[in-house]
């Protein structure tokens, strides 16, 4: 116990306003203390409760509670609150016996529910893209409407100082109702919800993340921090969005709302559920850029152990629905039904072959885009970093949280109000102008304020214009401050307690920097017309810098080319989008990974690191492990279970335990099937009298599932701790094992590629030694002295 | 060793002209008997030749052979020829070794290496996509050249018939030669060499696949073969063409040429080899379709056990140089050097967007277009399966196979040429025409044949033209007789003993009726100009009929978007190839998978049958299984790996074996091991004297793959045979176990996530009772009667 227990380097005290988490899971043994951290306003992964017992204060943890705003919150942790996701199936007597009862014809009729399923699943999040899109739009067009109004009314008569007030208060009114909703009511809603799907999608069971109360503050969050003209797009949480979905869908019920449909209950088990949150992950990218395949590519990259091809076209279906579902109602909402040309919520408009075609002397000038796009995406990384490490320690109250994010509102409405104002770049408003609002202020008549168009629109609209606007459309000393202004916006935003996501800000940052590498060019090489188009920079710029920012690899290749909807950029946008990569990843992670980092979650990479080839399971398992015997005493299994100084989750099974010494391993129970068998009483002594008595059923675990009561709640009279219990029948009879001489990149790859949450490791003699959970694996990484080992802290 | 034995039902006897193979590998135990069966004409992955040894003939295997040319060759068989990839590590005292002694930079240049080789094989792969491409086009239009000036020249003095027999002649001699190669030299290069991949990327040692000269008869028996005017592609050996190109240059040597590079030698193993084949496989693809994007997914999709990040991205570097490769120098061969505008071998044209939107109420019809061509596809393969047991059958000799070759070289010119003959469908000779040999023939001047069109030219002009002329250029009759003539020849074709692929014939069948779909609809509905443009239908009758005969999955979606250069078609085309493989799946497989199972090869499913949970690990096992002792007698082992009438391939090394009884597990150690140790004789005795002889290392086990000798080569003296070995320093210590009551989909899952080849199945005191290998897990299918079991055989 002592072994892990020594690494908790600290703790601190935190709001738990969270709701308990009912099972203390996770195999390492570790002792609680009562003061713990809150995670901070940026990445609220859930927040932690433990059990409350006020013990063992050292001086060391009293010396850190005494000075609660500077506590050492860094990146070498591994925090021990995220479970795992029981990926791996159960196999007992009873799944066994339910899988052999099923005919043919039954497993037929499982699979057409899960494509029925997949289908809902995407119908449903591309009805939730539509409503959000439609909403938002309008929302926005009044606001600007109103501005635009006020600035016409007083640009004559002067007290332009009353819209730019105008401006900021509703701004920041937006913004308020979007940040109090995410601050506290459900904090896991904040941020574009992409890392902590990710950490879901990797087999992390992050608390309350697909919940429907997260969905609703997260649509709602969403509409009113576009809205309220953040530098933030709608795109990032529909991917979150789409998860909640699948998650609520798939089960037939809603656990919140007490609403059982009595369908779909076959699929209530982690392995099941995580399935379909990876079709729903891919329905909402697909939503979001109106790229299917991309969002498949999203769900495989972060979520496969293993690619299974019929998942894989259910995970199609899913996205091709919901791209289909949102462009259909979206043609119905622009009154032109029937006409299928906005597949996606952000729309790079069409990119005509004609125009761009690339020759081969720009793939130098793509490749150095590509590292800028790399090093400026590192820097927006490290500053963000900076900024919630700040966030944590000072700004971890709700109040200040929502204080900071209108704060935030009211300077970007500020910046943009003084951009427009003090910039002269005044266009000649041509006939087919593609503007919405075209803002004449100080310009003559027929020409309008180019700096307006970029910031009196939403994103998307900005983005798009940075496209296809004629060259000549902007002046390059507009683009440079818009550029700067907006960076240094963005990189604020992120990690506010505000529903948005970062890929629109960075394709607007990298579109305003592209078109003008695109304008100097063409001044350097004038006689050249094939320079002469901005529009196609300005599209490479966009990829090198959401390259550069979020480092997501082939996915964001399919996604940017299925947005641009043309293939003949592929090869730059690949070619853009890994010379990002290389050149980011060598000043910086990208921005998920910090913020996972940042919240201490043991996220498993794609292989143990090189070098780690002379740790063995031995050393890295976690040992020694409580064993129950076959047939075990009610009161010693209550007594485990209820030991607050040790978590367990998952239990091997022995067959002959005789005094310190563990047995011969012959099974693996975990504390969600003890506590049903805890709740329905199932005790040898009960047998006889239980023939009348119905037999215990997979139905009744998967009733329990996922909330399953905490030991507590479960009475246990002093008479029936002395009945036995008999785990044969429900404990996994063969769990996946390793001798102790196994080195770590081998007990790490059975491990990732199956999913696992517990790994027994065995002696020769098939007895146990010890038990590698996740966190046992995720804290070997490799730093930049070789390998180093991450500190485990209830964070 | 019985269980298995009564378990092969039939063998044949067969030419071994084919090298031996000189493992017996596969962990069953089987007796050999000296007859076998060459493996038919069309798909030789590698003929077998068993240990010749006279024995046991029973009366049933005595009739089968007096009737050698009615051989009951089905698909309910196993083959015991192929072996499995070692996929896992041996991770031995020596490899650890290796990988504790290297440094963090020593896995940094490792991981340079692998990007330098994946470069080189996008590198080579493109170029020889090129040089193919720009022979096949050289010599095809010469044939036609000399063709059309035949043909004009009799057609106004008659005499039209030594035309065709000039064209026939042509054809059959440039078919012969492609044919004589495959059938004589290399029978594995026969056919599209997709399979062979798949079953390769499955985990499959398909013999003699990967090799140089297999490369070398695949690209002249492919130009061949497309310039002798058979109804093939090109496109399908490109794939084939860079998995081999992978597995050469990764090795850094060539055993056919005796010449070693002494360059990548860490690579010199199963695991980094298919990683690379599965790259090569992606650069091939890449290459043939300008899709690198498909090429990744084709290899995950094939290939991936277990999608890793950096191998991806390596896949997808090596696609993205192949398809740049092959753009670049046909841009300087086409005298537009730098105009990247030809990324694939196949290139479908431009189809502009404003053309060929679709609507919605089009989307019925994709849908009926798609079952049209998973019907089509349906009988496209019943019928080449009912051929190829023909050709099994009667069509096994290599000269039969070559004249089978040219008779349809012959009937194919016939055909064309009487097709051409009869019509009369004139159409107008525009002045922007881009036909490259319009044939006036019999229309007046001015005008030219347009039957010739379909006919006089490379599959992929034909395609082009269906996909881009104009409405009016085809006559619908024209149109009909062209797509069922073209079926059937395409049926007949593919098979044959010549190196060619499936796709281009089956995307022009679908061209073809696409296109005539297109004309019909708007004879019906002619007030309505968006069905105007047939060339859409053709589009999505190509992707349908392709979709019905391979059946190709996200990949082959992918595929299709990437080569119509526009994403506006992604939605309908992912409709139509789903709708197609549906509906094709109720009717038969597809066609790779047709001819995998007709070599009865093991390939393992994505998954076990759904209703095999009542197997466990116990029935499927092989036992009793050859163990080991730590130390062991030279002449013991000596005598296993000789012993013929059990040929397994790996071996359980356990501590204590006492009399019969398996002792407890403590390694697993391969024959190729066992091999290299007897060959360097490494003995307990002569431990002394190494002191001055250097240590055995891993290098001595690379530098024998991956054709290690053969036992018998291997010759040990009778005071040798006395001397004992020890095993722990070279065995894997740590092999992968499961119980005896592990379930079989569990065993399955295991077995397939990490690549496995042999699992060892231990009971409760982890004594060795069993060993699972491929062939004991891809013999449980789902038949129409629920789960049936294929028999083993030596095919």
């Not at 809902?120 to 959000?132: D, M, R, S, W």
């Not at 119905?694 to 139905?699: C, D, E, P, S």
């Not at 002395?722 to 404990?731: I, K, R």
Request: with cysteine.
């Amino acid at each position: 116990m002592a072994n892990i227990a020594k690494k908790v380097s600290w703790s601190g005290r935190g709001d738990d306003r969270g709701e308990r988490t009912p099972l203390m899971n996770g195999a390492e043994e570790v002792k609680y203390n009562n003061r713990q951290f809150s995670g901070g306003s940026i990445f609220h992964i859930g927040r932690l409760s433990t059990v409350d017992l006020e013990e063992e204060i050292t001086p060391e943890e009293d010396f850190v509670r005494s000075r609660p705003k500077e506590i050492p919150h860094n990146e070498k942790l591994l925090s021990l609150k995220y479970e795992s996701l029981d990926y791996d199936n159960s196999e007992n007597q009873l799944f066994l016996e339910e899988e052999r009862r099923m005919s043919h014809m039954g497993f037929g009729c499982l699979e057409i529910k899960r494509w029925v399923i997949c289908g809902l699943i995407g119908f449903l999040t591309g009805l939730i893209a539509c409503c959000i899109d439609i909403v938002v739009e309008n929302l926005a067009g009044f606001k600007y409407f109103l501005v635009k109004q006020n600035i016409e009314k007083f640009t004559e008569v002067g007290g332009l100082s009353i819209s730019l007030i105008l401006w900021a208060v509703l701004n920041s009114a937006f913004v308020m109702v979007g940040a109090i909703i995410v601050a506290f009511i459900e904090p896991v809603a904040a941020g574009s919800g992409i890392p902590q799907i990710k950490c879901y999608l990797n087999g992390v069971k992050v608390p309350r993340v697909v919940r429907l109360k997260t969905l609703v503050v997260k649509v709602f969050g969403v509409i009113f921090s576009v809205a309220g003209g953040l530098a933030v797009g709608k795109e990032g949480p529909m991917i979150h969005s789409g998860a909640v979905v699948a998650a609520g869908v798939s089960q037939g019920r809603s656990t919140s709302l007490k609403k059982d449909f009595k369908m779909f209950e076959y699929f209530r088990r982690d392995t099941e559920k995580r399935d379909f949150v990876s079709a729903g992950a891919a329905a909402g990218v697909s939503a979001a850029f109106g790229a299917p395949v991309g969002g498949v590519l999203f769900s495989l990259e972060e979520g496969a152990s293993f690619w299974n091809q019929m998942l894989t076209w259910r995970i199609f279906f899913a996205s091709m629905i919901s791209s289909f579902t949102l462009n259909f109602f979206l043609s119905i909402y622009h009154k032109k039904p029937g006409e299928l040309s906005s597949p996606g919520l952000i729309n790079f408009g069409r990119f005509d072959s004609d125009i761009v075609e690339y020759n081969l002397y720009e793939i130098p000038l793509f490749i150095i885009m590509g590292a800028l796009g790399g090093l400026l995406g590192a820097l927006f990384n490290v500053l963000n970093y900076w900024l919630t490490i700040f966030r944590i320690r000072y700004v971890h109250r709700p109040c200040l949280q929502v204080m900071e994010a209108m704060l935030v509102a009211a300077v970007t409405a500020t910046v943009s109000f003084a951009m427009i104002y003090f910039s002269n770049d005044c266009q000649p408003l041509g006939p087919d102008h593609n503007e919405e609002y075209p803002l004449q202020l100080f310009c003559s008549d027929g020409e309008y304020n180019s700096m307006a168009t970029a910031f009196f629109n939403t994103p998307e609209r900005s983005v798009r214009s940075l496209f296809h606007n004629p060259p000549g459309t902007y002046n390059p000393v507009t683009l440079g401050v818009f550029t700067l202004a907006y960076f240094f916006l963005a990189v604020w935003t992120y990690g506010l307690a505000v529903s948005a996501g970062v890929f629109i800000p960075s394709l607007l940052i990298g579109a305003a920097w592209g078109r003008l590498f695109g304008i100097l060019l063409s001044f350097i090489a004038s006689s050249q017309s094939i320079w002469a188009d901005p529009g196609k920079y300005a599209l490479i710029g966009a990829a090198a810098q959401l390259g550069g920012i979020v480092r997501m690899t082939l996915s964001l290749t399919v996604i940017m080319v299925e947005a641009t909807g043309n293939v003949t950029y592929g090869f730059p946008i690949m070619l853009v989008l890994m010379t990002a990569k290389i050149v980011g990843d060598y000043f910086a992670e990208g921005l998920y990974d910090v913020h996972i980092k940042l919240q201490s979650v043991p996220f498993l990479h794609w292989e143990a690191p090189h070098t780690s080839h002379w740790l063995t399971a031995r050393e890295v398992m976690s040992s020694p492990v409580t064993c129950f015997n076959q047939v075990d005493k009610v009161g010693t299994i209550v007594d485990v279970l209820s030991d607050t100084s040790t978590n367990h989750n998952g239990f091997p099974v022995v067959v002959h335990s005789t005094g310190d010494e563990p047995g011969k391993l012959c099974g693996l129970i975990l504390r969600s099937q003890l506590i049903v068998l805890l709740k329905h009483k199932v005790f040898v002594e009960r047998a006889s009298s239980r023939l009348t008595q119905r037999k215990l059923q997979l139905k009744d675990f998967r009733d329990a599932y996922p909330r399953f009561p905490p030991i507590q709640s479960i009475h246990v009279s002093q008479d029936e701790r002395e009945c036995m219990m008999d785990l044969t029948e429900f404990m996994n009879p063969t769990p996946y094992t390793v001798p102790q001489e196994t080195s770590l990149p081998r007990v790490f790859k059975l491990f990732r590629a199956l999913g696992l949450r517990h790994l027994v490791v065995i002696d020769g003699d098939n007895m146990v030694v010890g038990l590698v959970s996740r966190k046992d694996l995720a804290r070997y990484h490799l730093g930049k002295h070789g390998l180093e080992e991450l500190h485990l802290a209830q964070t």
